[in-house]
């Protein structure tokens, strides 16, 4: 083997770092050693200098003298096919000549015996001018060593320290993400309006639930203690009333949301396009040796090219606006828990918030190991790619059985870590749940004691209670922004060390 590290060379996607002569060789080797009963060498030498096609032709006549294999040989050059046991010389898609080599050169004026003078010829002086070109060479080399010597030195000391192919990953943060963000301000002012209303509505429609709660039960209950069917009466307008109130809410909340919706999502569609735009622009700025690393294999760069500004245009969006969503919701919700109801029970409420919030980021932290398991599917993904990107060579070679282990072996550490990330994502959501109802018990206690108590009313519990109640759902909601913002941290930091990337190119 004359590849500098042997059979562990490592030949680049698709053979990229071999010559054609050099790939010509490996195919017949992969061939040769498969012991196939028949073989087709189609124009085989075809790629080789004449020292190669002499090994390359020694090797193949041995072998066809040592084996019962049957060999068809196609080629235009004479010499590979001499010592075959028949040679057969088409024009024109018909047969005008066949026999071994001796029989066809017995043949005056005949296509064999002309082309074969003509290649000797040729085979003569390309032999010469080769034998003159190294002549040449080695007497500039011998000439020029001591003067360049120092030179070369230094220029592969300059080489090797810009030709690292590994990217240099830099920090992404939020800023970064508003930078990109800014061309779509204006949407983003108008998407903001509506995110308040949003986050206004779910706090707003507490105070319209504790109303209709508090008028039910305090006029049902005046109807049980006095039959007066007055109070039915009553109670029938205010639900009406209510309903109505319910109604003109919800259209006013759907303006807004679409208004939310369509601005967060224009925003991220345009972030999206603007970051695949600049991945894509700096991998073909990259040189080929970059593309040489297993890491970087095409399988693994479509698949970032594809998910990598995705993931980074959710904080830009549905995820951000989620986030300014949830900010006037817990606002909203405090003022209204501590200025139309129980100031008490709302400080206990506050006091509590804590355990649900660590519940919940609980949960959230193991999300962020979401992108590890994605991140470990890239090199499942690459060899995936190149087998399929050459599955004619692998049927060919009859590894479809070993391509397929290689694809499970590579798939059990993802796997592995898929188990454990499921069982601590399980125990997780579990306690998160758990401390949410234990939370919500207390709370309901306490405040039934403090109506029976006479310290605050009933109208003034049920308003605090809805009123952070349904905020906190909001809130977490919008938790998982904590769940993405580290894997599009990530994936912002890979587009933009692939962007910021100096290359000899440039």
């Not at 770092?17 to 028949?38: D, E, F, H, T, Y």
């Not at 690393?293 to 500004?309: F, S, W």
């Not at 308003?463 to 938790?479: K, N």
Request: glycine letters at 8%; a negative charge.
């Amino acid at each position: 083997m004359s590849l500098p590290e042997n059979y562990d060379t490592l030949v680049g996607e698709k053979g990229v770092s071999l010559s054609g002569g050099q790939k010509q060789r490996v195919a017949i080797a992969r061939a040769i050693v498969r012991k196939p009963n028949i073989l087709v060498l189609d124009e085989a030498t075809s790629a080789l200098d004449n020292e190669s096609e002499k090994i390359v032709q020694t090797a193949l006549n041995n072998l066809m003298a040592t084996t019962n294999m049957t060999t068809l040989v196609i080629a235009h050059r004479l010499s590979t096919i001499r010592n075959a046991d028949k040679i057969v010389v088409l024009n024109e898609g018909h047969i005008v000549e066949s026999g071994t080599h001796d029989e066809l050169l017995q043949i005056e004026h005949g296509i064999y015996q002309n082309m074969y003078r003509i290649q000797e010829l040729r085979s003569q002086e390309e032999q010469q001018e080769a034998e003159r070109r190294e002549t040449e060479t080695k007497l500039e080399k011998t000439n020029l060593s001591r003067t360049l010597s120092g030179v070369s030195t230094k220029t592969d000391i300059s080489v090797s320290a810009v030709e690292k192919n590994f990217l240099a990953k830099q920090p992404f943060t939020l800023m970064d993400i508003a930078r990109l963000c800014k061309p779509e301000k204006n949407y983003f002012i108008v998407g903001l309006i509506g995110a308040c209303v949003g986050g206004i509505a779910m706090p707003a429609s507490a105070l319209l639930i504790t109303g209709m709660i508090t008028s039910m039960t305090e006029k049902y209950a005046m109807y049980e203690n006095t039959g007066d069917k007055s109070y039915l009466s009553d109670l029938y307008d205010n639900v009406e009333l209510y309903g109505i109130l319910y109604l003109v809410g919800a259209a006013v909340i759907a303006i807004f949301m679409y208004m939310q919706t369509y601005c967060f999502k224009f925003i991220e569609e345009k972030t999206t396009t603007r970051l695949r735009n600049t991945n894509f622009e700096g991998l073909c700025r990259q040189n080929v040796g970059f593309f040489d690393e297993k890491e970087n294999a095409t399988g693994a760069l479509t698949a970032d090219l594809a998910t990598n500004a995705t993931k980074v245009a959710l904080l830009s969006g549905d995820s951000q606006a989620r986030v300014f969503q949830a900010i006037f919701t817990l606002v909203a919700a405090l003022v209204i828990s501590f200025g139309f109801g129980s100031w008490l029970l709302s400080l206990i409420m506050l006091a509590i918030m804590p355990f649900l919030l660590f519940g919940h980021v609980a949960r959230m932290k193991q999300m962020q190991g979401g992108g590890l398991i994605s991140d470990d599917l890239a090199v499942p993904g690459a060899h995936a790619s190149e087998v399929l990107s050459n599955i004619r060579t692998v049927a060919a070679l009859g590894i479809e059985k070993r391509s397929a282990d290689v694809f499970d072996e590579l798939l059990e550490e993802p796997l592995q870590k898929g188990s454990k990330e499921a069982q601590i994502n399980g125990a997780s959501l579990g306690f998160s749940s758990f401390i949410m109802m234990a939370t919500y018990s207390l709370i309901f206690w306490y405040g039934a004691k403090k109506v029976n108590d006479g310290t605050i009313g009933f109208t003034e519990m049920m308003r605090t209670l809805m009123a952070i109640m349904m905020s906190v759902q909001i809130v977490s909601g919008a938790s998982s922004f904590m769940g993405d913002a580290p894997k599009a941290f990530k994936a912002g930091s890979t587009i933009f060390a692939i962007r910021d990337r100096v290359t000899t190119i440039d």
